[in-house]
């Protein structure tokens, strides 16, 4: 084994020791947060909200990751529907300066058709997107209090939460500084930033995809999607002209005489 092998190992374990572990219950600032995050081993999970360090409990099928799915599945449905529009699931959000959540799902408007957000030149996501999700299940009530003080605080315009112990979903819209639960119509909450986003809350429960797209598809029906839809869709690029290189051969001058 040459020394170019051993460098690598030990210039790693050098790194770190320089910057100390993210450990549940720290209290960091946003900064010092991102700074261990993005030094800590492959595989560790961790939010901060509230200024607190968080990592979660193992996530099982049934009781989290089935449901986290159901909801960004949603999204995309209505991504699809909506050329423009992003949409995602823990992806590192730089809220503010004391939180830095990895929300289930989110949904947000490009910062070029007017959106809140902000993609930073590393590829993370910097303010509030308009739409977040989570699946609350040993989580519930942080979900429920601390990041939902964080996300209204910080402008998240609407807010989904989906008890799995308690076969419920929770849908908060932004209104003066609050968020406050609007009414549902035979069970379907209707977005009030994207245009035709339904949620059939008990379709959604029940995993059942099909009802959930049939909701999405009767809003865009029923809305003003389209106008929304043509704000946000991207520019289309115009193809750029072929250019044409013309060789002229001219013939050799025969030799002598």
């Known amino acids: 084994m040459d020394a170019s092998t051993l460098a690598a190992p030990i210039a790693d374990s050098a790194r770190s020791r320089a910057v100390p572990a993210l450990h549940n219950g720290d209290h960091l600032s946003r900064d010092e947060f991102h700074r261990r995050y993005s030094a800590a081993p492959p595989g560790l999970s961790a939010e901060l909200i ?25 999204m995309g449905y209505y991504r699809a529907k909506t050329p423009g529009v992003s949409s995602g699931g823990n992806a590192t959000v730089k809220l503010d300066l004391d939180n830095e959540p990895q929300p289930d799902a989110l949904l947000f408007i490009p910062p070029a058709a007017g959106g809140q957000v902000k993609i930073d030149e590393d590829s993370y996501i910097v303010g509030a997107p308009e739409l977040v999700a989570e699946v609350s299940g040993s989580t519930v009530s942080m979900d429920l209090h601390q990041k939902l003080n964080a996300y209204r605080r910080n402008g998240v315009r609407e807010y989904v939460v989906c008890r799995v112990d308690d076969h419920a979903i929770d849908y908060f819209i932004l209104r003066e500084g609050q968020f406050v639960p609007p ?38 029906a029923a809305s003003d999607h389209a106008a929304f839809a043509k704000r946000v869709r991207p520019p289309t690029k115009r193809p750029s002209k072929p250019s044409y290189t013309i060789i002229i051969v001219l013939p050799a001058k025969p030799c002598g005489g």
């Open 50 to 74: 509230e200024a607190i360090v968080y990592t979660p409990s193992p996530l099982r099928y049934r009781f989290h990751a089935k449901q986290n799915d159901d909801l960004i599945t949603w």
């Open 183 to 220: 009414t549902a119509t035979d069970g379907i909450y209707k977005s009030e930033v994207f245009p035709g986003l339904w949620l059939n809350a008990p379709a959604m429960l029940a995993g059942d995809l099909a009802a959930v797209f049939a909701a999405v598809d009767k809003g865009i």
